[in-house]
């Protein structure tokens, strides 16, 4: 992992990330599933340093610790991965967002506590509740807007 300190936001937004996919490794054929708590990750395609998309649900996936790994030193099929899952359109998308400088700093004013944090603590704790009566396997949850 990377040396980048790990803020409020970004525990719950990770929380939000793995809840989505039911605790769930995403990399294709793994699907083992890791209940919380657990050592399934939040792995970040645009790294967790870019604050345009550090809490971007379209840049992240559940991983398994090997996975992530395994991801984190294969570039290219990380990439291709992505274009997979997004779409093309999708995948530019998250290219043009990971380039927005203006976002950036705006996220990056936020320093990951205060609103943000309580904003993804309480999209996690609705994902939690909604999951219990639902049978769907991928839950989605709403962006933070800056
Ligand atoms: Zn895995």
């Known amino acids: 992992m ?20 039911d605790w769930t490794c995403e990399f294709p054929g793994c699907n083992r599933r890791y209940p919380p708590p657990s050592s399934l990750q939040c792995c970040h395609y ?5 604050w345009s998309t550090r809490f971007n649900k379209e840049n992240c996936i559940s991983m398994c610790f090997a996975h992530h790994s395994w991801m984190d030193g294969h570039h290219h099929q990380f990439r291709e991965f992505m274009e997979k899952r997004l779409g093309p359109d999708g995948y530019a998308a998250l290219v043009a967002r990971n380039a ?3 976002l ?3 996220f990056k004013q936020t320093k990951g506590i205060g609103e943000i944090a309580k904003f993804f603590k309480g999209q996690y ?9 639902s049978s769907e396997k ?4 709403e962006e933070y807007v800056p």
């Open 125 to 133: 704790q609705q994902m939690v509740q909604f999951r219990l009566f």
């Open 104 to 106: 950036g700093k705006k």
């Open 138 to 141: 991928i839950i989605d949850f």
């Open 100 to 102: 927005d400088s203006v």
């Open 2 to 21: 990377s040396g980048i300190k790990v803020t409020p936001a970004d525990k719950y937004f990770g929380d939000c990330i793995k809840e989505r996919s």
């Open 46 to 50: 645009f790294s967790r340093g870019d």
